[in-house]
Nanobody
Framework: QVQVVESGGGLVQAGGSLRLSCVAS????????MGWYRQAPGKQRELVAS???????NYADSVKGRFTISRDNAKNTVFLQMNSLKPEDTAVYYC???????????????WGQGTQVTVSS
């Protein structure tokens, strides 16, 4: 079993900052990629940022220059530093871990339960 747990959401005024944290634990063999997705009410879940074990990062255009993803591979931990937050960043943020678990064949996506980020104008 692989567990993914996020923390760090909350309410912040526009222009403010928040830092999200996520840790994957359990029967992990290796996590090739970890990242963050978000889902606003009435919208589809979208990629915010991701980071591969090789160091390749990917950001949604809407957050480039404002959000920074970082990762501790040894601890299967990923962070999302969010600066200059806007009301349109309001959403539930989900941590995603993609990789392989002990005793299982192949790779799979593992998801956290989400953390709410609300940006007031």
């Amino acid at each position: 079993q692989v567990q993914v747990v996020e923390s760090g959401g909350g309410l912040v005024q526009a222009g403010g900052s928040l830092r999200l944290s996520c840790v994957a634990s359990g029967s992990i063999f290796s996590m090739n990629r970890m990242g963050w997705y978000r889902q606003a009410p009435g919208k589809q879940r979208e990629l915010v940022a991701s980071d591969t074990t090789g160091g390749t990062t990917n950001y949604a255009d809407s957050v480039k220059g404002r959000f920074t993803i970082s990762r501790d591979n040894a601890k299967n931990t990923v962070f999302l530093q969010m600066n200059s937050l806007k009301p349109e960043d309001t959403a539930v943020y989900y941590c995603n871990a993609y990789g392989s678990a002990l005793g299982k064949i192949g790779r799979a996506d593992y998801w956290g339960q989400g953390t709410q980020v609300t940006v007031s104008s």
